[in-house]
């Protein structure tokens, strides 16, 4: 059954509108999970004024000649369907108010107004263009803050067989709530949901311009983590869900083979870092009197929930028991398809770690996260005066001290992951050739013959060694242009491994550094990092510090047929933020290389406004990742997420 309700005083029609200020039609929408199914069927502009018995969406389309704000109202119930067509028009009424230009034009200069004292070196240094690209950078953060809600899919974890301190029934289906979530999201088209490792960085910006609004923010996402106890009396702390992908509307737009979150699965807790930015602000005075005394009770409220988290990671991310105090990202699988298997609970996905995940492995970047929170909770600890059991600043001592034991190798003179590896692990160029079988009925199979034998003097027999036995080779694979294809494989022995350093050079190995937690009158330390940053053969591009070694085994390499290399050289613009954070943090005292800080700080902040900024005057656009030979955007676009950093590497607010 369908009501239609176009006998009321709205117009439906171009000519009945020509002397209103607007038109308004609206559809329902029913059945499916599949919004775009449904909106893909309506002819464009022509909804059809009617609301059936099973609709779930309600789509409305306004069509003004003028400026207006539409503010939407939730009601979870609004009685028959004839009741529903007449609040339905009733509210839309009221959904627009008093039309009028100069409400946005005094919205617009508040907004001018409260961004010159918030940034003020920005608009002291830039031109007005570039002061548009910042402005446009923060606000569409801001707009990309979204409210969520519903039952994310939670499942057990990742590889029972790598998990030695998580159970597999941590979390009883049965009592899993909806959550409600308000979260920033990086990018409102290609990620419209809540990330929670991103969300700590897009809450570094967000807390410079609304502290109070980002406190808001980070207590939803511990408001979400499930907090549970291990055997006996032993607590083990809450866990939250790395994505959330709420309701069928969120799942909709996710493939499913990301859908399930898995309750052994971590993510980088980067929430801290915007919790320590919060510190820092309300330590120089930033905020009123009334102001301070409701940022420190709302510091002092999500203490609790942020140790949990804190123990919930060191409990379910500890390392092997045959090496005490180290962690290691859960959830790497030898059975995921790719050639190194991935870390998705890092943040950094295809990253090259140990090519054989193994309970043996110790994570560098993981132990460096754990530290700089300790540190964090020590501060809150200190600043807000919080008892507790767990002397922070003693954990933080003996936890940096168990890094440098474990992931300090003076003979690379760098920190290192630690995990299965031999060094006579390569990549071999290949050429895929067709053999067929000797026998009746004819079977076709293709194989990898190394691209080394194979030159103008090469013969059938010389490739007929890589066929199956009673099969002969036909040809080689040609591309479209009648090439012959080239391919990379990677070659591993599994059975000639040995625990030791994992030779890669990247965003793992400057961890220590980047979160500030190698002291400051350590000269080896830092000169290390420095090397690693400023080598251009390493993570030095010109155009923003690259996620790994130009020199290294996998740079540019993609980690399965069709998966374009993604932490494998491109540069990223919330790790480059944190270098840059680093550098200013280590030159501002007199000590070992601080000139070369200095140096590399102006010479990477240069880099990167030219990447970031240059990328937005050619497309106009935010982009996820740039790339670290061009420096322009790539990937994800708009990616208005930690990109947006771009506005605080202006301000210098770093």
Sequence with gaps: MSVDSSNDNTCLSDEQCNNLDYKISFSGLGGSKDIWSHLSTIQRYELTNQLSENSSYLGI??????????EAQLYEHLGDSNDDISTIRSNIQLLIPEISDDYFNKASADFDKRFELTFQSIVNSFSSTHIDYAKVSLSSLLGGIGYFYGKPIIGDSADPTLTTNVSNSLIDASTIEPIELLSATPSRTIFPRGFLWDEGFHQLLVSQWDAKLSLT??????NAMY???????????????REMILGDIGRGRVPDEFITQRVDIANPPSLFLAIDSIIDQLLSNLFTEPDSRIIADSLRALYPKLNDWLVWLRHSQAGSFDYPGSYRWHGRSNSDNKIIPNTLASGLDDYPRSPFASPQEQHVDLHAWIAKCSFIMSRLQSVLDIPSDIKYDTEFSLIVSRMNELHWFNELNRYADVGLYNTENRYE????????SLSEPPSMVDVQVPLLI?????????????????????YP????NGKVQIYDLFIANPDNQTIGPIPSIGYVNIFPFILQLIDRSDEQKLGSALHMIGDSELLWSGHGIRSLAKSDLFYSKRNAPGD????????????NYLVLRALRHYSSTIGPHQSRMIELHRSLRSDLLTSVLGSMERTGELWEQFD?????????????????LITLIMNESI
């Design 628 to 644: 670290d030979s061009t420096g322009y955007g790539m990937r994800g676009h708009p990616f208005t997420g930690w990109t947006s």
């Design 227 to 241: 907090v549970y106890d291990g055997p006996g009396d032993r607590q083990v702390g809450g866990w939250i869900p």
């Design 217 to 222: 923010i980070i207590s939803q996402w511990l």
């Design 564 to 575: 374009a290399p993604y932490w494998r050289g491109y540069i990223w613009i919330n790790i």
């Design 454 to 474: 194979l030159n103008k003097d090469t013969k059938k027999e010389d490739v007929a060694v890589y066929c199956p036995p009673s099969y002969e080779p036909l």
């Design 477 to 480: 694979h040609m591309d479209s």
């Design 429 to 436: 160029l290949v050429v895929k050739f067709r053999c067929k």
């Design 61 to 70: 389309h306004i069509k003004s000649n003028h400026s207006f704000v539409l």
